[in-house]
């Protein structure tokens, strides 16, 4: 998935943040009743979660402030401009990937972007990928934020369930906490990003 890695890289080098990311749907999906083979062309299309970021200016990727409210609008691009770029594919990993792509910022309360989708209307995938990313974007490194430790992620995602996640995939992630603890902690730290 060289595409993914293209994606990632033009935000930093962060090949482990995909992998970790591809485990944790893995975990999410299994959970959540997929099949060995289901869950696994899930978490593989999870992988392409960000190529939309492909079509963003470098200056929103690298900014290390928070985003002007004009640039967040930009940033929030990412999530269709992706679904685009999949869109129109025999490919069943690449059309779970589109799913993805589009939906892995709505949340379950209907906040999210870009369509404020809600509850069920949020496709099971994408609704998988957002836990699997907050996870991972909370207690890995980013360069305009502070990591914080499994335990307190843990926390913020419990207190989100209903709320930002389906409380069915927040359940399977307390559940299965000990294994994501365990993919956080098996990645290359050299992948990682600086600390």
Same mark, same amino acid.
């Given at each position: 998935? /060289? ?10 080098? +962060? ?14 999906? %299994? ?10 062309? /899930? *978490? ?24 002007? $409210? ?20 025999? *490919? ?22 870009? +369509? ?6 949020? $496709? ?9 990313? %907050? !996870? ?6 980013? *360069? ?5 430790? $499994? ?9 989100? *369930?209903?709320?930002? !996640? ?5 359940? %399977?992630?307390?559940?299965? !906490?000990?294994? !994501? ?9 050299? /992948?990682?990003?600086?600390?």
């Amino acid at each position: 998935m /060289l595409t993914a890695y293209i994606a990632e890289l033009a935000e930093w080098d +962060n090949r482990a943040h995909l992998e970790r990311i591809r485990r944790y749907a893995y975990l999410l999906a %299994v959970g959540a009743g997929f099949g060995h083979d289901e869950a696994e062309l /899930l *978490s593989v299309a999870c992988l392409l979660h960000d190529i939309g970021k492909i079509t963003q200016p470098v200056a929103i990727l690298s900014k290390t402030s928070r985003l002007e $409210p004009e640039e967040y609008k930009i940033a929030e691009r990412h999530a269709q401009d992706g679904a685009r770029l999949l869109a129109g594919s025999d *490919s069943a990993v690449l059309q779970t990937a589109e799913a993805i792509a589009l939906t892995h910022h709505e949340r379950w309360d209907g906040s999210g972007y870009p +369509n404020g989708l809600s509850g069920e209307a949020i $496709p099971m995938t994408g609704r998988i990928m957002a836990v699997a990313d %907050v !996870f991972d974007a909370l207690t890995t490194w980013r *360069s305009y934020k502070a990591v914080i430790e $499994p335990e307190a992620a843990l926390g913020l995602i419990e207190t989100s *369930s209903r709320t930002l !996640f389906d409380p069915k995939l927040v359940s %399977v992630f307390v559940d299965r !906490f000990p294994d !994501f603890k365990a993919v956080l902690h098996s990645h290359d730290p050299k /992948l990682a990003g600086p600390r």
